[in-house]
């Protein structure tokens, strides 16, 4: 048998001929939007912490309050010794925020997918998702053994068509989309998808990773998010009724056999929660800067704070993040598998952080460097 070092040179051989292959550096977080990155102060545009929470003094506190309270871990699962106090008082906060009767947290929005689409589906059922959907949906829909189509992104007419062809061949059918898109920023029809969904009798399921405390009005059956975003923490969860949180607690694996949080990640994402509903500013501050960013530059209005410039092949944008860097940037360029073939590109993602010179800043730089082509 081979070694498998050698086997595993090979494979990383690949994926280097590709300009695929990804490597570790470390950033350090400064102060407002600003980061250190092998020894230079960069202004990052690549953070998911949307509002600016990850390093607000309210947030850390409430973690540093919650460890001093709890301990540094939570030393069990949830269903056995694991579920401290402030986990209740989390889910209700969030249930609240997302008008549902109650919510869970699991260990990660990634655990929160492979744990409660298979809880749901099974075989014989049909899932419908969305083309952009997140790499963890589609392992949760792998798992579920479900039967899987993809509709093309957005397109209700597609959507349809594959509903109308297939609903009636299987039992339990589930809908999957993205509030807003976690690689283009757009936002999912959802009014459009809601209605479809009650038409086929059909369930709908909402990730709202992304999402960043702009109210929502459409009711989707399974509303999933992530603490580890706007939220400025660690954790993922699921929102919907009592009956659903019951039924995924009782068999979503990724929940029963996974540890609960440490309890300074519950601390802070519940603070976080107090300040995203008292100041809701944060969330509009962000996305106003996405808006002028894309207006000044031509391209079509940000619909949230997360802005793609496609740029198509993977070296190209290397290149353009590489430009960026050099002057004073941290832009991350996304390629494949995280976004489908030939659509690599520099992701920005504006946020309360950010102020307004930042924003002119980085759109002299991108007008100056040619970045759009
Ligand atoms: C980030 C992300 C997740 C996973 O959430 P984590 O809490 O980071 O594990 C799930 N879905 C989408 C759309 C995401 O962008």
Known sequence: MPELDAILSQKILSVKNQQRFRTLSAVKRCEGAYVE??????????????????NHPRVISAAMEAAKHYGAGSSASRLVSGNYPLYAELETSLATYKHTETALVLGSGYLANIGAIPAITGQGDLILADKLVHACILEGIKLSGAKALRFAHNDMEHAATLLTANRHLYQNCLVITETIFSMDGDKAPLAELRALCDRHDTWLMTDDAHGIGLPQT???DIQMGTLSKALGSYGGYIAGSQILIDHIINSARSFMFSSGLPPAAVGAALEALRIIQDEPERAEKA???ARRFTQELGLPLAESPIVPIIIGAEDKALDAAQKLEEAGFLVTAIRPPTVPENTSRLRFVFTASHEKGDVTHLIKIIKNENIIS
């Open 218 to 220: 459409v009711k989707a």
């Open 37 to 54: 990155k092998d020894g230079r102060r960069l202004l990052a545009f690549s953070s998911n912490d949307y509002l600016g929470l990850a």
């Open 287 to 289: 996305l106003a800067h």
